[in-house]
Each structure stands twice: as structure tokens, then as C-alpha cells.
């Protein structure tokens, strides 16, 4: 099975400030099939990009997902207060489908 | 409004069965794959299982043999039946529907119902 490991395990900014989050996979995810979700305190998780560049609907364009083969990227161009939260990547290209083990993303 | 209720957590001791439900609403159920994802507390997500439209079932080797997946299109409703459960299948599990034309992205998501395995 495909591990995914994300970095940082927390990244702490401030509102206004752009997040980068690493996705990494231990082999290629087949046809770019990675999908990065947002979930906070209480809630369950939502989908935010998939395909790993398509933004699902209704997600503000300040995030966008990048790349290919075994690196991924989820950007937040600037912060929203409403933006702080756990971050997850999943690679759905292979079963069994898998979860990075998330990214805290924090406020400085 | 696309809507996704589980129902039928509880505590069960090792070795016991449960069986969840999901009832969808808001939607063409039967066109939808659908998929049961489960979180510990404190933890990450972990995928349990997927059922596609023609009943294609699947499993990650954790559950498999274990829990079973299936759909009742007539009643707009997902089941999963998880028997020989463990301490480690303790957690708060989700139903998701998957979106159409990248069918394993999960686009909604149910508020989740809570299991709990222990003596």
C-alpha cells in the first residue's frame, strides 16, 4: 500500500501569511489521484481539492493543489482566520486508498 | 442538500458484531459510489471501505474478512457489517460519498457515529 507522509506535522502562521503543506508518497499515485480535505475540532472532514489541482465546490481560490508522481502540494495563498485547522492528503490511484497522517496548521 | 446520517454505533466487547447504517438524502444514492471511513480519537483517517455502483465492493487488509459493505438503492441507504471487532477498531466512523468522475475524492461527508470496543 501507498504511505503518504505529510510535512510539517504542525506549521504555525499568521493570518495573512501563505501555508505551503508536502504531501509525499512512497511510490507514484496513479493519474494524480490525491485529494487534500480540511477538518477541524468537532467537524468531519471536507474536501478541498482533488485530482490533486481541482478545487471542489464552493473552495475559495486560495487554495490550490500542485504536482505529480510522488511530491504534493497544498497552497493557502493568504490565511483566513476560518483556514486553521487539520490538514489531510489521500491517494485514492490505488487500493487500498490512503491518508497522510495530517498537518496542524496553527496560529502564531 | 446533499445529507448523510450513520446510525448504529455503540460499545460492543471484543469478538462482538455491529452493524452501521447511513441513510442519504439529497441525491441520486444509486449513483454514487460510496465509501465508510473511520478516526480514532486524537488520530488520522483511515480508509475502511467502498462500494460502487454495481455492488463492486472494497477493502483495505485491516477490515477485510471482517467487515462487509453494502447498499440498498430502494432505501437510499449504506451499510457496513463489522463482526469480530478489536479494541483497534475503536473509533468514530464516517459515511462519504464519492464524487462522480473521481469516485474515491469523497465530496460529503456524514457527521459520523461513535464505536467502541472494550471489556
Known amino acids: 500500500e501507498i504511505v503518504l507522509t505529510q510535512s510539517p506535522g504542525t506549521l504555525s502562521l499568521s493570518p495573512g501569511e501563505r501555508a505551503t503543506l508536502s504531501c509525499r508518497a512512497s511510490?507514484?499515485?496513479?493519474?494524480?489521484?490525491l485529494a487534500w480535505y480540511q477538518q477541524k475540532p468537532g467537524q468531519a472532514p471536507r474536501l478541498l481539492i482533488y485530482a490533486a489541482s481541482s478545487r471542489a465546490t464552493g473552495i475559495p481560490d486560495r487554495f490550490s493543489g500542485s504536482g505529480s508522481g510522488t511530491d504534493f502540494t497544498l497552497t493557502i495563498s493568504r490565511l483566513e482566520p476560518e483556514d486553521f485547522a487539520v490538514y489531510y492528503c489521500?491517494?485514492?490511484?490505488?487500493?487500498?486508498?490512503?491518508f497522510g497522517q495530517g498537518t496542524r496548521l496553527e496560529i502564531k | 442538500e446533499v445529507q448523510l446520517v450513520e446510525s448504529g454505533g455503540g460499545l460492543v466487547q471484543p469478538g462482538g458484531s455491529l452493524r452501521l447504517s447511513c441513510a442519504a438524502s439529497g441525491f441520486t444514492f444509486s449513483s454514487y459510489d460510496m465509501h465508510w471511513v473511520r478516526q480514532a480519537t486524537g488520530k488520522g483517517l483511515e480508509w475502511v471501505s467502498a462500494?460502487?455502483?454495481?455492488?463492486?465492493?472494497h477493502y483495505p487488509g485491516s477490515v477485510k474478512g471482517r467487515f462487509t459493505i453494502s447498499r440498498e438503492n430502494a432505501r437510499n441507504s449504506l451499510y457496513l457489517q463489522m463482526d469480530s471487532l478489536r479494541a483497534g477498531d475503536t473509533a468514530v466512523y464516517y459515511c462519504?460519498?464519492?464524487?462522480?468522475?473521481?469516485?474515491?475524492?469523497?465530496?460529503?461527508w456524514g457527521q459520523g457515529t461513535l464505536v467502541t470496543v472494550s471489556s
Open positions: 489521500q491517494q485514492y490511484g490505488s487500493s487500498p486508498s490512503t
Open positions: 511510490q507514484s499515485v496513479s493519474g494524480s489521484y
Open positions: 462500494i460502487g455502483t454495481a455492488g463492486d465492493t
Open positions: 462519504a460519498r464519492g464524487r462522480r468522475g473521481s469516485s474515491w475524492a469523497l465530496d460529503d
